[in-house]
């Protein structure tokens, strides 16, 4: 009875889990894996300019309008003391900033996420052909030869801009007419432009920034963009090579300095780029609330990002917790507690796994070594363990210091291992070091920390991290699994090697 | 390899912990039966009462406070056991052997003084020994002078004899010899070895020692094990197969020692006894289970239960028709 009433409960577990988790993904379109983080970036733009006498100042900032391949959402403006105005263009988005008094070095910032978007932005018009740029000798002769040699290196437009960009360099000699011996991207560029205008082919610059994990300084990059009649195509000057990278994000539609600053000296725009895990998260969370508001309500992505990012570590205790159970229950590996693995597990996420193991070795051997010392005082049970405490607490303390001294910056995270849990670990090690001998009690060492060690592998997984916080009724699936295993009467792998004597066949 | 090798255990009988803790003791082992044999003082009243011998008490400690009255406890006699009462494993049972004034000499050998004792007993008191670290008290009890057949296999502690009792029915027995590595404790955890015995005849096999390895000799004295006749042999197995009605746990183990004088003597009750029973007896338990399982059920006396035992081991844990 019991037993089918087991079965049942697992199976309904297993069920709604999975079930919840096939409508998430397949019918929301939750992304399954942690990829789409990778994908999120957040840009900061800084805005720089030195006003040397007290006067108004205007700041005008270009903002990227609908990039193609992203989808913008979250966008800050940090000014103190500034006006704010949004200027929605035709074909641009700016920030205008005005304050009546500045003075000094001011810096304004600009920040937004990023998300890839599988959804094509709205097709830009397609242009009027340009006309035939007008110029005087020995320009006019220089310009015609140049358009002549592309033309003899392509075969359509596209090959046709990917020639232009190629020779419009300065080592070829017509082209250092026009472009001197260092000319500026831009300079380049817009030389590519005049070619391609003269053969009546619709292009202009755009400027676009490139996205790169954990950039600080970062400039705007000049691209061509060529109408051939059908769509728009992206090329980069540099090269010729053809076609927008997915890091590129499109900043502004033409060539015009995206700052401009008006009373004051000195602007200059400076870009950071990286990407974030929340902000993946609210991705996720932006993308279906727009289509299912309902089921958004009761989710764990619509909690304050902080509380979000303590269950993104909350979730990961029963996945470690059911680590504990197959180590123990399915291995038989024997531990310090039941759950006290997981905790030292969390501590690792922070030092790294091999700090992680030196440092809490280190611990509770200088730990256990006062223990016995204490034990010669005989002191009382309650008042030992407050005294063991304190120790582990002032040598947490010393050895921040001593690496620290030493340089050893990672000493500093000892103070994130929970201490009163290292506390009882020194007391039971010590009990059953002298109970059952330092054997037994090394084994049981090593046992917690071999379960540690790969709770800390499961719980630092970012596709294990992501797939909880975005799926948390897993956890039912790995309830079911629980309940399943509490009912587990096999052997454990270690009993197979224990009673290794009676496998012979029973008498 | 694992699979074959699982195969075979599984063929032989052999208990696994998860079976024993899901299948027997979760199932036959009522929750509210376990004060009865997790507290010794309990265990100790209720044997009485059933008629079972047990180490005479002396008196016992609850609070710190009381340790004062330890010399008025003990009064003359030379030698006794401290035991917590709630502890397990053997952890924490001190037994004295001899004393000088405000000297204690351990059976161990080691000399204890007065500070050393209340620290002990402090320490037990508060519930270092105790499953859980509850509050413990302490029982001062006769110490066990062990009979002398045994004087060749074991290092000084006493021998003792765990006996695993199915459903009331002695089912495997073992010795436990203590040796110089668990300080004369008779506690496998600590280092000393078990013998294996048969129900039938109450015969000694050959021991298992640390690392399960299989010892014919004693290590600490060389003297053969296997082939000794455990004395009062029916009185030990109608004491265990008592043990049934003392605790009411389905799946038990009990121990018993044997006094040079007063005979087999109650030790404590296990409701969740160990495993090893089954690599001293080269033997796996499910399968004399099994044999067993046909005659649970019935009402029987102790008496007819060890008689029916000793039929089945005799059978060689045949299944047999219940009488």
Redo the contacts between chains.
Sequence with gaps: MSRRHLLALVLSLTVVGAGLFWYKWQVLGFPVTAERQTQTWTVEARMSFNRAATGPVKVTMRLPDSPPGFMIFDEQFISRGYGLILEDGQDSRSAIWAVRRARGDQALYYRATLFHSRETPAQRPTPPFPSRPVMEDPFATALEELVTRVRQQSADIATFAAAAMRIVDVSDDTARLFLGNRPSPLERAQLVIQVLHSARIPAHIIQALRLVEDRRDGELEYWIVVHNGDDWLYFDPRDGSRGLPANLVVWSWDAAPVLEVEGARGPSVTFATRHTIEDALRVAELRTEREHRRIMEFSLLDLPLSTQSMYAILLLVPLGAFLVVLLRNVIGISTFGTFMPVLVAMAFRETRLLNGIVLFTLIVALGLSIRFYLERLRLLLVPRLAAVLTVVVLLMLLVSIVSHRLGIEIGLSIALFPMVIMTMAIERMSIVWEERGPGEAMKEGVGTLLAAAVIYVLMITPQVQHFVLVFPETLLVVLAAMLLLGRYTGYRLTELLRFRELAGGGK | M?WR??R???????M????RN??FIMALNPRQQYPVVDNKLLTKKFAVQHGIPVPELYGSIATPHEIRGLPAIIADRQDFVLKPAHGS????IVVIVQRHKDRYRTSGGRLLDW??L??HL??AL????SLG?QPDEVMIEYRVRFAPVFDDISFQGVPDLRIIVYRGYPLMCMMRLPTRQSDGKANL???AVGAGIDIATGMTLPA?GPG?S?VAEHPDTGAMIAGRVIPDWDQVLLMAARGYEVSKLGYLGVDIVLDADRGPLLLELNARPG?NV??AN???LR?RISAVDPLAGQDRSPEERVALARELALA?YQPIRAA
């Design positions: 694992i090798r699982w075979a255990l599984n063929a032989a009988g052999v696994g912990i998860n079976r899901a299948d494993q053997g952890d924490g500070d050393e209340e620290h402090t320490n508060s519930g270092q020994f670290g955890h600590q280092g298992v399960n299989i495993l089954q690599i080269q033997d796996g399968r060689g």
